[in-house]
C-alpha cells in the first residue's frame, strides 16, 4: 500500500482542496482504489474513485451532475478520472470485484468519522 504523501502528490491535490471541493459537492466519503495505490501507477492511469454523496443535501443529483463533477475534478488532478457511487459497488452482483474494490479502497476525505465511536 501507497503512503498518504505519495497519494496527494499522485492526485496533485492537498487534502484541504480535497475537502473543500467535497463540501462543495455535498460528498460525505471520498475514496480511492485501484492503480493509485499499486506500484503499477503511471503518467497515463487514471485515477479511480468511490464517491458517497449526502443526499438529503442534493436528492435530485442527476447522472448528468455526477459527470460534471468527475470533470471537474479531472480538470483538478490533471488525468482521467472514473467517480463510481459506493453503493453502486455495495449492491453490485459481481462479488468478486465488490470484494476487490471495497477491500482495497482508501478513504481519503469523510465528512463525519468513518467508524462510529
Not at 2 to 18: A, G, M, S, W
Not at 38 to 66: C, E, G, Q, T, Y
Not at 74 to 95: A, T
Request: glycine content about 4%; overall charge negative.
Amino acid at each position: 500500500m501507497i503512503d498518504k504523501t505519495t497519494i496527494y502528490k499522485r492526485l496533485n491535490l492537498t487534502p484541504e482542496q480535497i475537502a473543500a471541493f467535497c463540501k462543495q459537492h455535498h460528498i460525505l466519503e471520498l475514496s480511492l482504489f485501484g492503480s493509485i495505490l499499486r506500484d503499477d501507477f503511471k503518467a497515463d492511469s487514471d485515477i479511480d474513485m468511490l464517491v458517497v454523496f449526502d443526499r438529503s443535501a442534493n436528492p435530485h443529483l442527476s447522472l448528468m451532475d455526477l459527470v460534471g463533477i468527475e470533470y471537474q475534478l479531472e480538470d483538478m488532478v490533471g488525468r482521467g478520472v472514473d467517480l463510481i457511487e459506493k453503493r453502486s459497488i455495495v449492491d453490485s452482483d459481481n462479488w468478486i470485484r465488490r470484494k476487490n474494490i471495497l477491500n482495497t479502497a482508501q478513504v481519503i476525505y469523510a465528512a463525519r468519522p468513518v467508524l462510529p465511536a
